[in-house]
């Protein structure tokens, strides 16, 4: 049976992409998205560029070094500098700040949404690229605009040999696999860890549509950490019963082993572990500006009764896990709350609707704790009101 994600893949579709090419291997998809229209134009891209807090660098294929990396803001005359060609303009998180951008994320809901990065867009002139690399994460690359050739090379590995440059991980070795020019519409798929290389043949816009894959550092740092802060103080070592020791300064393998299943019967707790995960992978890019869309006067409820939608904050990550005691837990933003099971198609909206309707809301108007939820989540800034110009 087709879903309706199959057509960006393809004549591939959803299955075969997930057992045969998800994380395995390349894969050209021509026409993805046919007749894709950038909603974004390249002067606009720049002008995000200028702000603040936005993430941007520009990379100069022949600067005062080879691949010399300017970063962000960046003001109006250090667009006046640049060169006709050989550089490219790279712009993160653009969905945060441009909502159509955001509506393109919904096409990869075939895979887990908490999962999903950001879209970074690349504007480049001919010949502007970033060099040959290799990344730690899928990524999807839909051409939007112009044409860009795209070489597809080895797997590579924390041991492969990088170029000297202090500001960029080029690879020093790029063994071309296969080659192809992508005009708009066109999406490559690329794996972790698969080198790859786009060069821009005119004037062209790309957009990579990332994922979030923490690494095993991460998880054992951050878990460890968020246990840590569950414990008390009087939580302490203990060897009661032990027997004299032959020796009192030697560690015996009896302590270490008891050591260890006291580790181990911590991180063995897969409801802990299972909240500090909802809680890591929805962490806002941008807290800060997560929190700037609060809105201390208006009133939720008012808004709710007069007809007004709500809106996801652009900023903010949602997901949600079905708990134990058949309670629902809802992550948002790196934090999370426990509801009743029976809010669980509301929850279900919240996460998987970047814009609740009336409809869709009027049948919570009469549950307490529905309205509960969502005056929480909208005093935070997750949830926001729709104004009468959206």
Not at 144 to 171: F, M, T, Y
Not at 291 to 308: F, P, T
Request: aromatic share 10%; net charge negative; charged share 25%.
């Amino acid at each position: 049976m087709k879903s309706e994600f199959d057509a960006l893949l393809g004549d591939v579709g959803v299955e075969v992409f997930l057992r045969d090419y998800w994380q395995r291997k390349p894969l050209l998809i021509r026409q993805a998205i046919p007749g894709y229209t950038s909603p974004i134009e390249p002067n606009e891209l720049a002008g995000l560029s200028l702000e603040e807090e936005v993430e941007s660098r520009i990379i100069l294929k022949n600067g005062t070094h080879p691949w010399q990396l300017l970063n962000g803001p960046f003001g109006d005359d250090d667009y006046k500098t640049l060169p006709e060609r050989d550089w490219t303009l790279l712009v993160q998180a653009v969905d945060q700040f441009v909502p159509e951008i955001a509506e393109l994320l919904q096409r990869f809901h075939f895979l887990p949404s908490w999962r999903l990065d950001d879209v970074m867009i690349s504007y480049a002139t001919p010949g502007g690229g970033v060099g040959p690399h290799f990344d730690n994460y899928d990524v999807f690359l839909l051409q939007a605009e112009g044409k860009r050739r795209w070489r597809v090379g080895q797997h590579c590995s924390i041991d492969s040999p990088l170029q000297n440059n202090p500001d960029l991980r080029i690879l020093q070795d790029f063994e071309c696999q296969d080659e192809w020019v992508l005009e708009p519409g066109d999406m490559l798929y690329i794996p972790p860890g698969v080198a790859h290389d786009g060069v821009a043949e005119t004037d062209c816009l790309t957009f990579s549509i990332g994922f979030r894959a923490p690494s095993h550092q991460e998880v054992l740092v951050h878990f460890t950490d968020y246990l840590a802060h569950q414990l008390t103080d009087d939580a302490r070592y203990s060897d009661a019963g032990r027997k004299q020791p032959q020796d009192p300064a030697a560690i015996d393998q009896e302590t270490i082993d008891q050591l260890q299943q006291s580790i181990l019967r911590l991180v063995e707790d897969k409801e802990a572990l299972a909240t500090w995960f909802g809680r890591h992978m929805t962490e806002a890019r941008y807290p800060d500006l997560a929190q700037s869309y609060v809105d201390e006067e208006a009133d939720m409820l008012e808004g709710l009764n007069a007809g007004y939608a709500l809106l996801h904050n652009p900023s903010v990550r949602l997901a949600y896990r079905l708990a134990e005691n058949d309670q629902v837990q809802l992550f948002a933003s790196g934090e999370h709350c426990v509801v009743p099971g029976a809010l669980l198609p509301l929850v279900q909206l919240i996460c998987n609707q970047r814009y609740l309707s009336p409809e869709a809301l009027e049948p919570w108007h009469q549950e307490a704790e529905a309205i509960e939820l969502l005056e929480q989540l909208f005093a935070k800034g997750y949830l926001l009101m729709e104004r009468d110009d959206e």
